[in-house]
């Protein structure tokens, strides 16, 4: 059973497609490996993956070994930087080409699911972030009836829902909390993204979409709110071209000055480092660093009470 090595398991949930789930399983994946945390992500939206392409790895390519698929590594570990591993597995890697539409009907899409969940050889992993497509299909299905038979209520650690603020999202992503209470999913909490969008050229942070639907949301449906998360294009380059983000002095977003961000001296649009190393200069690095760190309290905390 590959998920045995697994501690925890959090799924990146929405009922609305485009509000951003794999740029937030990409950042928290980033934040918690930043905190010495083994990260692996599962990327089970099989016809549109993307984690790949934020990880620019769209041309690895996955290993077979004996008893299944070993997972495409994107950093090692490094003890010294206090930095945990990240490794990553998705259909994208199996496709020949990056254009290549994966036309399958539910029951091959059912299987796929339960191959990704059984076969890949994840080892020991602090935390597994599995990425999943839009609404509450065959996949959401497949891969719950697979997690609560297969993994430990310990290891089920629950679900991130991601919605944008707008009141048209909000209204499909409530579709996915009801999923959550219908098939047993705690949710660990509620991320509003695109809450703002981060000018390149000056220092505002303006609500061009609203804000507050998330929020709202999560208290109606007695849920955590994690936060709100701005459109940052800087984080559109560094995912597109390698480039470490910088910006105008005096920008503000989330009441922090990301001007510098945390680049040790390295010159802003150098492609120079690791993708962890790069993205500690985004503006959005310090609200994933809050809500990872909310996040971790929930799971470390049910894990200490189960102890």
């Not at 004996?66 to 570990?77: E, N, T």
């Not at 990056?98 to 080892?123: E, H, N």
């Not at 579709?175 to 209470?181: H, Y």
């Amino acid at each position: 059973m590959s998920l045995e090595g697994v501690k925890h398991i959090i799924l990146i949930l929405s009922g609305k497609g485009g509000v951003g789930k794999s740029s937030v399983t990409t950042q928290l994946a980033l934040t918690l490996t930043q905190i010495n945390h083994s990260v692996g992500i599962l990327d089970i939206d099989l016809t549109g993956p993307s984690i790949p392409r934020l990880l620019n790895l769209e041309s690895a390519k996955v290993t077979q070994a004996p008893g299944g698929w070993i997972p495409v590594p994107v950093h090692a570990s490094s003890p010294t930087h206090h930095l945990g591993s990240l490794r990553c597995m998705s259909l994208g890697f199996l496709l020949h080409d990056r254009g290549d539409a994966v036309v399958w009907r539910g029951p091959k899409k059912t299987a796929m699911v339960r191959q990704f969940l059984s076969d890949v050889l994840w080892g020991s992993v602090d935390y597994l972030l599995i990425d999943t497509p839009p609404g509450t299909s065959d996949e959401h299905i497949s891969l719950v009836e697979t997690l609560l038979k297969n993994a430990s209520p310990a290891q089920m650690a629950g679900a991130v829902v991601v919605t944008t603020p707008q009141a048209v999202a909000t209204a499909d992503v409530r579709k996915e909390l009801n999923f959550c209470a219908k098939t047993g999913v705690r949710v660990l909490g509620v991320v509003e993204n695109m809450a703002g969008f981060v000018c390149p050229s000056c220092r505002e942070c303006t609500n061009v979409f609203g804000g507050g639907g998330g929020r709202v949301m999560a208290a109606e449906f007695g849920v955590p709110f994690l936060g709100s998360v701005p459109v940052d294009p800087q984080f559109g380059t560094l995912v597109e071209e390698g480039r470490r983000p910088g910006y105008p002095e005096g920008t503000m977003v989330g009441g922090e000055d990301v001007e510098k961000g945390d680049d040790g001296g390295v010159v802003a649009g150098s492609d120079e480092g690791l993708l962890v190393e790069k993205y500690r200069s985004c503006s959005l690095c310090h609200i994933f660093e809050g809500i990872t760190r909310d996040l971790v309290g929930m799971v470390d905390g049910d894990a200490n009470g189960a102890a």
